[in-house]
């Protein structure tokens, strides 16, 4: 499978994005999809996970309450909503699918290319 993920940008403190992760090659919901996100000098860190069907989430602390995932099978995409974003949210964040859900980075097997959020104060 191919993860391609978009919906980045630069905003100000307190402000809303939408990611999108978008497969191809096979149907995501073969997949669980985590969300991880990597600042400078900084390692990979693990945001959300979603499982299959997606009745199932999983979050980090420093995003509960503020980002929330979801999926839409039907058009082979997962999303994070990531609201009262913070100048700590800064990052690259990327997608990865997986048969079982993970919230290692590196148990993952399938990675998309990443998108740069970057939050202002």
């Known amino acids: 499978v191919q993860l391609q993920a978009s919906g980045g940008g630069l905003v100000q403190a307190g402000d809303s994005l939408r990611l999108s992760c978008a497969a191809s090659?096979?149907?995501?919901?073969?997949?669980?999809i985590g969300w991880f996100r990597q600042a400078p000098g900084k390692e990979r860190e693990f945001v959300a996970v979603?499982?299959?069907?997606?009745?199932?989430?999983y979050y980090a602390d420093s995003v509960k309450g503020r980002f929330t995932i979801s999926r839409d099978n039907a058009k082979n995409t997962v999303y994070l909503q990531t609201n009262s974003l913070k100048p700590e949210d800064t990052a690259v964040y990327y997608c990865?699918?997986?048969?079982?859900?993970?919230?290692?980075?590196?148990?993952?097997?399938?990675w998309g290319q990443g998108t740069q959020v970057t939050v202002s104060s």
């Open positions: 979603i499982n299959r069907s997606g009745r199932s989430t």
């Open positions: 990865a699918a997986d048969a079982k859900w993970e919230i290692v980075a590196g148990n993952y097997d399938y």
């Open positions: 090659g096979r149907t995501i919901s073969s997949y669980a």
